[in-house]
C-alpha cells in the first residue's frame, strides 16, 4: 500500500485541531465527564490530551451557539507575579485567598466583557447595568488580561502589608474578598447567561512555571474560583487543565481536591484506546481504509509481526510509551518520516528501530525536563544508566542508587534532591516517574498484557516496589541511553 498519503498529524492539539482533530478525535470516559458537566478539573501528564480535550470541547460549544472563552498561555505570566507582587522580604501574607478572588474578577469580567460583544442587545433591561459598569471601568482589558488579576492582587496586598488603621485595612479587605464592585451585577449577569450559557476555559497553567510560591497561590486560587464560580453562577462554566505533577507539588490544592473529588477528572489510556486513537488518524488519512477495524488499519501500515523475536508492531511500539497520546502519535510519525525515506511497506522493523534512536532521545530528555522543578538535574541521573544492561535484581540497583546518593557516580550540580537518600527513595522517584518498571508479581500479575511481566505507573497507580526484586528501565530510554540486553536476556521488554 502507498503510504506518502498518511498523515498521524500533530502531536500537540493547538496544531491538531486545524489539521483533523475533530474528525479522528477519540471521545474517551474522560471527555464525556467533562463534556456532560460531571467534571470541572482536568489531571494528566504532559502529552496525555487535556488540550485536545478543551479544543474539541471548544468547538463544539461554538457550534451550538455558546460563548466560549479560552485563556491561552499568553494571557497569563509566572514571570509577570514574580516581578508585579510584593516579595517575602517585603511583607510575608497567605496569597491563595487574594489570587481565588482575584480570579474569580477576572472571570466575571472577561464573561461579561464577552457578552458585551453581542452589542445593543445587552444594553437594555436589567443588563444594561452589566454594558455601563464595563464601559465605565474595563475599556481595555482585553489587551493584557493578566494586568487585571495582578491589579486585584496588588489592590489586596497593599492593605494586608500598607500601613492603614486596623478598621480600614479590615473593611477594605472584606470589600475586596467579596468582591463587592461586582457582587450586585452579578444576578443580573446570570440571568443573561441563562439565554446563551457560557464557557470557560483555562489550559496550560503549567507554561512558565516556576514552582514559586506565588505560582503556587496562583493555581490553588484558580481552582478554587473555578469551584466557586460554577456553583454560584449555574450558566457559567469554568473547566481548568493542569499537569499531574504540578498538582502534586501544590499541598493546598491538594487538601482542596480531598472535598471536591468527585470535580475532578485524571486522564488515563490504554492499549485498545491508544490503537483506537492511532487507527482513526490511518482511517482519516487513506480513504481505502476508511472502513477497516483497529487492527487491521494498523496491520496495513505497520508489519504486523517484527523479525525482532517474532513482537507485534502494536506491542513494540506501545511498550515504548507512558500510555500518552503525544508519545504514539510522535513515535509513528518518525517510523512513517523513516519509511518515506527508505521507500519501505509496510513498515518493518529496521524501518522502526532507526527511528527509535531520534524518538528515544527526544522523549528521554523531554521527561527530563518535565519533571525539572521536583528534580532538577534529572537527566544527569538517566545518565549515569548509559551503557549498562537495562535489567536489574534488587541488590544491583539498590548498589547503583546508592552510587548516585552518595556522589560516587557525578551528576549535575542541581540533583541535589538525590545526596544522601535511601537507595529505596530513588528507585521509588524513578519508577514514579516511569523509568523504572517493575515486576509484576502476586496479584498484579492480572495487570500485565500477555507477554510482558514488567509494569510502569501509567499501567498500575500503585505497587509495593520495596517487595520487588526484579527491575528493568523502561524501553523508551533504552535507546538513547546505549543499553544492552546482557548475558541472559530479561524476560521480556
Avoid at 492582587?153 to 474578598?177: H, M, N, Q
Wanted: charged residues 25%; contains cysteine; aromatic residues 10%.
Amino acid at each position: 500500500m502507498d503510504l506518502s498519503a498518511l498523515d498521524f498529524g500533530a502531536p500537540a492539539a493547538e496544531r491538531d485541531i486545524a489539521h483533523g482533530l475533530i474528525d479522528y478525535f477519540v471521545e474517551s470516559q474522560a471527555f464525556q465527564n467533562v463534556a456532560t458537566g460531571k467534571k470541572s478539573v482536568i489531571l494528566g501528564n504532559r502529552g496525555s490530551g487535556k488540550s485536545a480535550i478543551f479544543k474539541v470541547l471548544a468547538q463544539r460549544e461554538k457550534a451550538a451557539g455558546r460563548l466560549v472563552l479560552e485563556l491561552s498561555p499568553d494571557d497569563y505570566s509566572y514571570e509577570i507575579l514574580t516581578r508585579s507582587l510584593a516579595r517575602e522580604a517585603q511583607g510575608s501574607w497567605a496569597k491563595h485567598g487574594a489570587f481565588t478572588a482575584a480570579w474569580k474578577y477576572l472571570i466575571y469580567v472577561l464573561v461579561m466583557k464577552g457578552l458585551a460583544k453581542d452589542g445593543p442587545r445587552l444594553r437594555t433591561g436589567d443588563a444594561a447595568r452589566i454594558y455601563e459598569y464595563l464601559r465605565d471601568n474595563h475599556q481595555d482589558i482585553a489587551d493584557n488580561p493578566i494586568s487585571l488579576l495582578v491589579s486585584y492582587v496588588k489592590r489586596i496586598e497593599g492593605f494586608k502589608i500598607g500601613s492603614y488603621e486596623a478598621s480600614l485595612k479590615t473593611r477594605e479587605l472584606d470589600r475586596l474578598y467579596k468582591l463587592e464592585e461586582i457582587i450586585n451585577l452579578l444576578p443580573a449577569l446570570n440571568a443573561v447567561c441563562s439565554k446563551r450559557r457560557v464557557l470557560v476555559l483555562v489550559d496550560e497553567l503549567d507554561r512558565g512555571w516556576d514552582a514559586s510560591e506565588d505560582a503556587k497561590s496562583f493555581v490553588a486560587g484558580l481552582f478554587q474560583a473555578c469551584i466557586g464560580i460554577n456553583q454560584n453562577s449555574p450558566d457559567v462554566r469554568v473547566i481548568v487543565s493542569l499537569r499531574r505533577e504540578l498538582y502534586d507539588s501544590i499541598p493546598s490544592l491538594y487538601e482542596d481536591a480531598q472535598k471536591y473529588r468527585d470535580m475532578i477528572e485524571t486522564i488515563g489510556w490504554d492499549e485498545r484506546t491508544l490503537l483506537q486513537l492511532v487507527a482513526n488518524r490511518i482511517r482519516h488519512s487513506i480513504t481505502d481504509l476508511s472502513v477497516a477495524d483497529d487492527a487491521d488499519a494498523w496491520n496495513h501500515v505497520f508489519a504486523e509481526t517484527l523479525n525482532y523475536r517474532q513482537a507485534k508492531s502494536f506491542n513494540y511500539i506501545v511498550d515504548r510509551t507512558l500510555y500518552r497520546p503525544r508519545e504514539i502519535i510522535q513515535f509513528c510519525s518518525d517510523a512513517h518520516a523513516e519509511s518515506q525515506r527508505v521507500h519501505q511497506s509496510p513498515i518493518d522493523y529496521q524501518v522502526i528501530s532507526n527511528a527509535e534512536l531520534v524518538y528515544s532521545e527526544g522523549r528521554t530528555k523531554d521527561i527530563a525536563a518535565e519533571y525539572r522543578f521536583q528534580f532538577p538535574g534529572l537527566l544527569s541521573v538517566f545518565e549515569v544508566f548509559r551503557g549498562r544492561t537495562y535489567a536489574f535484581d534488587r541488590d544491583e540497583l539498590e548498589l547503583l542508587c546508592l552510587g548516585i546518593c552518595t556522589a560516587e557516580y557525578r551528576t549535575d550540580e542541581e540533583a541535589k534532591w538525590v545526596l544522601n537518600q535511601e537507595p529505596d527513595f530513588l528507585i521509588e522517584t524513578l519508577w514514579s516517574i516511569g523509568f523504572l518498571r517493575a515486576q509484576a508479581v502476586g496479584g498484579i500479575k492480572a495487570l500485565r498484557r500477555s507477554g510482558s511481566s514488567y509494569l510502569g505507573p501509567h499501567q498500575v497507580a500503585n505497587l509495593n516496589l520495596r517487595n520487588t526484586q526484579r527491575f528493568h528501565v523502561h524501553p523508551m530510554f533504552r535507546a538513547y541511553l546505549a543499553m544492552k540486553e546482557g548475558r541472559e536476556r530479561a524476560d521480556d521488554d
